[in-house]
Nanobody
């Protein structure tokens, strides 16, 4: 198993930026794909960004393309989400997930989750 801990959330005005981090511990030798999900009140969980084990393949939800960037540093067992040009509708609890398949593309493949970090964007 792998344990995931997110950090970096907070409150920011629209147009601002935040960088989320997710650090893995436990069975980190397995080649997990990684992803960032979010869930706003009253809505389902959405995969906003994912990357493969090597980081060479990334994918994004249409709502964040061109604004969010996912990267990973396997030496540090950490994945990042750089969020720029934030909008009020980006407000949500952001979760990090690990995908044992290594692809990091399909939400159904993710088996492990962190506790989440809150992002609040005000107008």
């Amino acid at each position: 198993q792998v344990q995931l801990v997110e950090s970096g959330g907070g409150a920011v005005q629209a147009g601002g930026s935040l960088r989320l981090s997710c650090t893995a511990s436990g069975r980190t030798s397995r080649p997990y794909g990684m992803g960032w999900f979010r869930q706003a009140p009253g809505k389902g969980r959405e995969l906003v960004a994912g990357c493969s084990w090597t980081g060479g393949s990334t994918s994004y939800a249409d709502s964040v393309k061109g604004r969010f960037t996912i990267t990973r540093d396997n030496s540090m067992h950490t994945v990042y989400l750089q969020m720029n040009s934030l909008k009020v509708e980006d407000t949500a609890l952001y979760y990090c997930g690990a995908d044992p398949s290594g692809r990091g593309r399909d939400s159904a493949d993710f088996d492990y989750w962190g506790q989440g970090t809150q992002v609040t964007v005000s107008s």
